[in-house]
């Protein structure tokens, strides 16, 4: 089983950075890698990429490589995902998201509007 | 990037009918690695097959996946209001794992 909560709605100037957390509960959150989506107003889904809980090691899709860093801390089993200089086509939805067989669960999703 | 098309996009049925949709990828991948997911308005994507035919935890026999290498399809029988949503499919063997646009079942 196990839940994701993740942090509430953010609304950010362009060039500003925006941290979301996803808490894990109900599993051993070093078992499990976490994955972030995002989904901007109206269309599909856009890997970000993933991060080991055990080790903290990391892949990041190649157009947010030097943007976006994923970190965990595994005393309180949350995972972090923080975009630096955002743009407003950087909002979206954001997703964190258990790397099982397939992404199970998902959190609830963490609104990110980037507006001057 | 391995890209995935889905069609149709959108597809209208009636309660109790059968539905098909298509996931094609741009390369071959192992079905190992394939999944679909439903997603309804509001909501966060939900898990409905993995490993291309395993149904996840919770998901009634009325879905089922198949295919292998680039051609996948997930079926849908005996239609209900309730399977009205977004279904997307996805490939999480090479990275970055990536997904189909969507298609959208109207009811």
């Known amino acids: 089983q196990g839940q994701l909560v993740q942090s509430g709605a953010e609304v950010k100037k362009p060039g500003a950075s925006v941290k979301v957390s996803c808490k894990a509960s109900?599993?051993?959150?070093?078992?499990?890698?976490i994955d972030w989506v995002r989904q901007a107003p109206g269309q599909g889904l856009e890997w970000m990429g993933w991060?080991?809980?055990?080790?903290?090691?990391?892949k990041v899709a190649q157009k947010l490589q030097g943007r976006v860093t994923m970190t965990r801390d595994t005393s309180t089993d949350t995972a972090y995902l923080e975009v630096r200089s955002l743009r407003p086509d950087d909002t979206a939805v954001y997703y964190c998201a258990r790397d099982a067989e397939g992404f199970d669960p998902w959190g609830q999703g963490t609104l990110v509007t980037v507006s001057s | 990037d391995i890209v995935l098309t889905q069609s149709p996009a959108t597809l209208s049925l009636s309660p109790g009918e059968r539905a098909n949709l298509s996931c094609r990828t741009s390369q071959t991948i192992s079905s190992s690695y394939f999944a679909w997911y439903q997603q309804k308005p509001g909501q966060p994507p939900r898990l409905l097959m993995y490993?291309?035919?395993n149904r996840a935890t919770g998901i009634p026999d009325r879905f089922s996946g198949s295919g292998s290498r680039t051609d996948f399809t997930l079926t849908i029988n005996s239609l209900e209001p309730e399977d009205c949503a977004v279904y997307f499919c996805q490939q999480y063997g090479f990275s970055p794992y990536t997904f189909g646009q969507g298609t959208k079942v109207e009811i």
């Open positions: 490993g291309a035919f």
């Open positions: 109900g599993y051993t959150f070093t078992n499990y890698g």
């Open positions: 991060i080991s809980t055990y080790k903290g090691d990391t």
